[in-house]
T-cell receptor, first 112, second 112 residues
Framework: GAVVSQHPSWVICKSGTSVKIECRSL??????MFWYRQFPKQSLMLMAT?????????EQGVEKDKFLINHASLTLSTLTVTSAHPEDSSFYIC????????FGPGTRLTVL | TQLLEQSPQFLSIQEGENLTVYCNSS?????LQWYRQEPGEGPVLLVT?????EVKKLKRLTFQFGDARKDSSLHITAAQPGDTGLYLC????????????FGTGTRLTIIP
């Protein structure tokens, strides 16, 4: 149990375009999901906390207008990277909260 | 801001050897979790420790929480290639039900 999926697993896009990443809890409902970013050879850094039915809470230094989070249901949160630039290239990982946090497999974003 | 330093940053050893990695915090942990992350995947929870001085064992892995709850160690006995990965400690308030702060990570490679 406690499986979290992400889609897509990888995406390549041109600079200036927007990319949407989905995070789904497959066998449980999650009122709260978290979005993390991991640059190569580095650790995970929390970007934002996503709560179903309310606005996301962003960490200091994360632009809320650039990283749009929508938690429209108890099993789905989406992260949209708007007007992506090469410096947004990273590994984006979500987690969904049950008894603890369960992590998705990540989405690798490459912006050309 | 809490800083979690892990050491060593990189470790490469032969199969069958023993090893210990460390996690040190600038402040007292709420509770502490250890994760293993394989390349291109999300982190997988190994253990949660809460009480100072606590020792937990998971097969060949032994986790120790410092008495003052500011440090922890992970000892692996008779390392196997399947132990290869990025080991992350994390401050985990409320047993991981709130946002996690991850350490800098130890990248472990077990050579067959």
């Amino acid at each position: 149990g406690a499986v979290v999926s992400q889609h897509p697993s990888w995406v390549i896009c041109k600079s200036g375009t927007s990319v949407k990443i989905e995070c789904r809890s497959l066998d449980f409902q999650a009122t709260t999901m978290f979005w993390y970013r991991q640059f190569p050879k580095q650790s995970l850094m929390l970007m934002a906390t996503s709560n179903e039915g309310s606005k996301a809470t962003y960490e200091q230094g994360v632009e809320k207008d650039k990283f749009l989070i929508n938690h429209a249901s108890l099993t789905l949160s989406t992260l949209t990277v708007t007007s992506a630039h090469p410096e947004d290239s990273s590994f984006y990982i979500c987690s969904a909260l049950s008894d603890t946090q369960y992590f998705g497999p990540g989405t690798r974003l490459t912006v050309l | 801001t809490q800083l979690l330093e892990q050491s060593p940053q990189f470790l490469s050893i032969q199969e069958g050897e023993n090893l210990t990695v460390y996690c040190n915090s600038s402040s007292v942990f709420s509770s502490l979790q250890w994760y293993r992350q394989e390349p291109g995947e999300g982190p997988v929870l190994l253990v949660t420790v809460v009480t100072g001085g606590e020792v937990k064992k998971l097969k060949r892995l032994t986790f120790q929480f410092g008495d003052a709850r500011k440090d922890s160690s992970l000892h692996i006995t008779a390392a196997q290639p399947g132990d290869t990965g990025l080991y992350l400690c994390a401050d985990a308030p409320n047993f991981g039900n709130e946002k996690l702060t991850f350490g800098t990570g130890t990248r472990l490679t077990i050579i067959p």
